[in-house]
């Protein structure tokens, strides 16, 4: 199904701890939903390295002590987002689009398949070919693992979103079962494309795809600017 047109905001940030982005979420979906924020918003961002949790749980999933983790300065942060547990950290591109589904005429399942197809497409550019997986959602080479997906719904505004590993040191996701799957390898755009991969060249493509695929005006932003305006 084909969303509607609908303006957005874009907001293009560097390495941003996970902490502050998810704080800046949560605000900007309740704005969104009780009518303070007018348009929907994509972030795009790398985090510091942190573990997130989703709904499933996950730490039975963790390959090492937290202790260990803690040592070395990475959170293990529990969150809402569906999805068990999965690792965020630099040259991952992280984005959050921040998107009400009932004023774009989306199911929730239409939404997933466009971040799928999103990672699909970026990972083209480079002559990548992935697809999507309708049991263990994300952007899959084979039966290696390039980019995931995990998303909530609050009262039909999205949070989270999809995570692509393009220069990413895969060494942490050795620390997890990644998605809760013992057997998953991950691998990064870099390692399937053979080839050095400009992070710039993939934010500008990743956010050239999601405004196609969801029929987004992407005006940029600052984010600073945007929480001050909407009073938090």
């Known amino acids: 199904m084909a969303a509607k047109p609908c303006s957005a905001y874009l907001i293009d940030l560097p390495l941003t701890g996970y902490r502050e982005i998810l704080r800046f979420q949560r605000e900007a979906v309740a704005a969104r939903r009780d009518g303070r924020l007018d348009r929907n918003v994509v972030i795009l961002v790398e985090h510091p390295p942190v573990f997130t ?14 202790a260990t983790l803690e040592a070395q300065g990475i959170e293990v942060v529990a ?11 630099p040259g991952q591109l992280v984005v959050y689009p921040l998107v009400d589904l009932n004023a774009g005429g989306l199911q929730v399942v239409d939404f997933v ?11 083209a550019r480079w002559h990548v070919t992935a697809r999507g997986d ?3 959602r994300g952007a899959w080479v084979g039966g290696r693992k390039l980019g995931s997906v995990g998303i909530t719904v609050r009262r039909g505004v ?3 979103g999809l995570a692509l590993n393009v220069t990413t040191d895969l060494t942490p996701f050795g620390w ?5 799957m013992a057997t998953c390898t991950m691998t990064t755009l870099v390692r399937e494309a053979g080839r050095t991969v400009s992070m710039a060249d993939v934010r500008r493509v990743m956010a050239r795809q999601i ?5 987004l005006d992407l005006q940029p932003v ?6 001050r305006q909407l009073g938090s």
Not at 79 to 89: A, F, L, S
Not at 113 to 123: N, S
Not at 211 to 215: C, E, F, G, P
Not at 222 to 227: E, H, I, K, P, R
Request: with cysteine; hydrophobic share 35%.
């Open 134 to 136: 309708r049991v263990n």
């Open 211 to 215: 405004a196609q695929l969801l029929q």
């Open 79 to 89: 969150v809402e987002r569906g999805g068990d547990i999965t690792y965020h950290g």
């Open 113 to 123: 398949d466009i971040l799928e197809r999103t990672m699909i497409a970026t990972a």
């Open 222 to 227: 600052d984010m600073t600017v945007l929480s």
């Open 176 to 180: 997890i079962n990644p998605c809760g």
């Open 53 to 66: 949790l989703g709904r499933r749980g996950g730490r039975e999933n963790l390959r090492v002590a937290e």
């Open 158 to 160: 999205t949070l989270h």
